[in-house]
């Protein structure tokens, strides 16, 4: 399972059996009310597929330390917040 993630258990058993099988699908809608961790699972999600868990945790909106890594990213211009896939971000033509 996805590591310190806690919820969302039937979302986080789907997403491990798609990597699992090495079937995962172009297009992903995550959706829920506000502050139930889509985000974070998404993140975390992606973060298995790159192989990449440690730069998931600079991203985690649960931990306070990273509240001013990202206000300082949402400041970016949208070129530099693509510069990453798992940066914080809105999606650049917003």
Request: cysteine-free; glycine content about 6%.
């Amino acid at each position: 399972m996805f590591e310190n993630f806690f919820g969302n258990r039937h979302a986080q058993i789907a997403l491990e059996g798609m990597i699992e099988r090495e079937r995962i699908p172009q297009t992903m809608l995550f959706a829920g009310l506000e502050g139930l961790g889509k985000a974070t699972l998404a993140r975390r999600f992606a973060a298995r597929l790159l192989d990449s868990p440690e730069k998931i945790e600079h991203d985690d909106l649960s931990l306070p330390e990273n509240s001013s890594a990202i206000a300082a990213r949402e400041k970016l211009p949208p070129d530099k917040r693509n510069d990453d896939p798992l940066v914080f971000a809105s999606h650049p033509i917003f």
